[in-house]
Structure formats: C-alpha cells, structure tokens
C-alpha cells in the first residue's frame, strides 16, 4: 500500500509583529500611569496570523518575511516555531528593527492600539527562498512587503501554485499593483474601498476580477458575512457567517485568509473553502484564539 500523501505545504509572506498586550481596568486620558491588570507577547501580524491557523488546521506551515536585528528577533521566531511553523524564510535583517505593536485592552474588551511598522527590513526580495515553491499547495499573502510578494506570486503563478493575497487596508497604488499578480483576491471592507475608492461591493470586485486573470474576488465584512465573486458569475454570491457570541474580531480575517489558503491546498470547491475559511473566521472572533481543525469541522457540521 502506497503511504500517505503528508499533509499540504502552505507558504505565508508578510508581517511579523511583537504585540506587547496588556490587559487594564481603563484606558485613562493622558497624563497617565497605569497598572496592567496582565502582560503577554505575542506574535502576531497578519501573515503570523495567516502562518499560525495552517497548521492549527493541519497544514505544513511555511513563514517567510522579516525581523529586525533586535531583541525581538528571536522571540518571534520561537513564537512562530512553537505551534509547528517553519521559520527558515523568516531573516533576521542587519541593523534592521522588527514590527511592535501595544495593544491596550479595557476591561470591556475595547482596544487601543500604537503600532510601530518595524523599520530598515529592506525591500529586495533576492533572498527569499523561491526554489523551495516547488511542490507547495497554495501561497497567501498580505500586502505588507509588496516586493516580496511580487517576487514570490511570479514564481508561484510560473508553478501553477494558487495564491491568495489579503486585501487589508493599504494604499490604492499597491492594491492595484498586487491584484491582477494573484488568483485569489479577500479583500477586508475598508481594503476593497482603498483598491477601488468610491465603489460599492460588487463593482469593486468586478474590477479587480478585470484586472488581471483573477479568480476570485471576495469581501469579508465581519459579522455579515462573505461576498464572493468568480469570472463565470452574474452577480456576487454570499456565504453567511456563522453567528457566533464575538468576544474579540482582532486577527478573524488573518484567519480566514489562512484558512482558505490551506482549503485551496486541499483542493476544496472555492465555495468549500471559503465555507470552511468563515467557520474558522467565526471561532477566532468568538475564543480570540486560533481554532484547530476538529473544532471548524465540528462547526461545519453543525455541532
Ligand atoms: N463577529 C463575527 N461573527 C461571525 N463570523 C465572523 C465574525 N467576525 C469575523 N468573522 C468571520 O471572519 C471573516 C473575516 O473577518 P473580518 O471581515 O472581520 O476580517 P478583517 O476585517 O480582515 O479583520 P482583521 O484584519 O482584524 O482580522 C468574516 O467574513 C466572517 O466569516
Ligand atoms: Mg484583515
């Protein structure tokens, strides 16, 4: 008997970001000093984000961006690794600084957050490891780094690898950019508005299917649900989210991206994909945590 096919390869580009979350009773008008009521670092950034739900969901989990030459380098990275992700794509640039954010949470969940988008990380994507793309089920990727993703939606479009880009909040020029170089385009309600300002929905994703050979065009609108749209369609086509008690929204689509990749992977119909991409969404934004797969499947079938 022929041994088991291992599960499929996902590769995600993008950020990684240390975020120092700190719990507090109130968030207070400055001048302030406050206690935290709790402190933890985590990884997260959309791709970290993205990364972590492929392998929760049973992918072999692929990260390539970078970090700075700093003390949270390592930690990064060992947050990564710990869930199973591979982190031999993730350079640790000279004299560079990683991504930081701090994340305030109040006592009624609401958040205040400074980011910092990491600095000198540098731009040329010569070094990323593109030969290793042989073999891989899908590419996701967030617009973060456009040079990388350029690079690596080349490569991955020559090997008929499927890509997914996360249309996050952005500048039009690099939206318009990325698009037509992916297949599958999810954008976020205020991303779909920065690729085509002043659109409504569907005319926005009619124009990014225009734009190059896309095959999917999505908007993710939270609670709301998915509007989805592919070439052979006459008119968008909704997936309903699951409803869900939301405790925290922070990092759902990040998961839905991931999730959809590794469904993509898995060869799943789009409407399978992106099916099983909202009930993973939905249990990030109910737990706040990054679901593993026997929990979507439950969700799926209803339990
Ligand atoms: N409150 C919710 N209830 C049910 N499903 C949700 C909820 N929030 C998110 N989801 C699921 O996750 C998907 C992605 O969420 P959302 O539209 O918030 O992404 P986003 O705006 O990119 O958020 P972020 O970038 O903060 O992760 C939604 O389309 C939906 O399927
Ligand atoms: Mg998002």
Redesign the pocket.
């Known amino acids: 008997m022929a041994a088991p096919l291992p599960p499929p390869r996902v590769v995600c580009l993008g950020n990684v970001v240390a975020d120092h979350v700190f719990r507090v009773m109130d968030i207070p008008q400055p001048p302030a000093k406050i206690a935290a009521r709790s402190y933890v670092l985590n990884a997260g950034g959309m791709a970290a984000n993205e990364v972590i739900s492929v392998t929760r969901l049973g992918g072999r989990a692929h990260f390539w961006g970078r970090v700075g030459d700093d003390l949270k380098a390592p930690l990064l990275a060992a947050a990564l690794e710990a869930d199973g992700v591979k982190t031999a794509g993730l350079k640790r640039v000279g004299g560079g600084r990683s991504p930081v954010s701090a994340v305030l949470v109040d006592r009624h969940g609401e958040r205040t957050i400074t980011g910092f988008r990491g600095a000198d990380l540098g731009i040329d994507p010569g070094w990323l490891p593109l030969e290793t793309l042989v073999g891989a089920g899908a590419l996701c990727c967030d617009p973060r780094w456009p040079e990388g993703v350029a690079a690596a939606a080349a490569e991955a479009r020559r090997l008929g690898i499927p890509v997914v880009l996360d249309g996050?909040k952005s500048e039009t020029r690099l939206l318009v950019d990325l698009v037509p170089r992916v297949d599958h385009a999810i954008f976020?309600?205020t991303g779909l508005q920065n690729f085509a300002p002043g659109c409504a929905p569907e005319e926005g994703l009619r124009r990014a299917l225009a734009s190059g050979p896309v095959k999917l065009a999505a908007v993710?609108?939270?609670?709301k649900?998915?509007l989805w749209l592919a070439p052979s369609m006459a008119a968008p086509q909704e997936i309903p989210?699951?409803?869900?008690e939301?405790t925290n929204?922070?990092?759902?689509?990040?998961v839905?991206h991931g999730s959809c990749a590794l469904a993509m992977a898995e060869r799943m119909p789009i409407e399978a994909a992106l099916r099983f991409a909202?009930a993973a969404?939905?249990l990030r934004?109910r737990d706040g945590t990054t679901p593993y797969r026997a929990m979507v499947e439950a969700m799926l079938a209803g339990k």
């Open positions: 996050e976020s309600v993710t609108r939270v609670e649900g998915t989210a699951f409803p869900v939301a929204t922070t990092g759902a689509g990040d839905f909202s969404g939905a934004a």
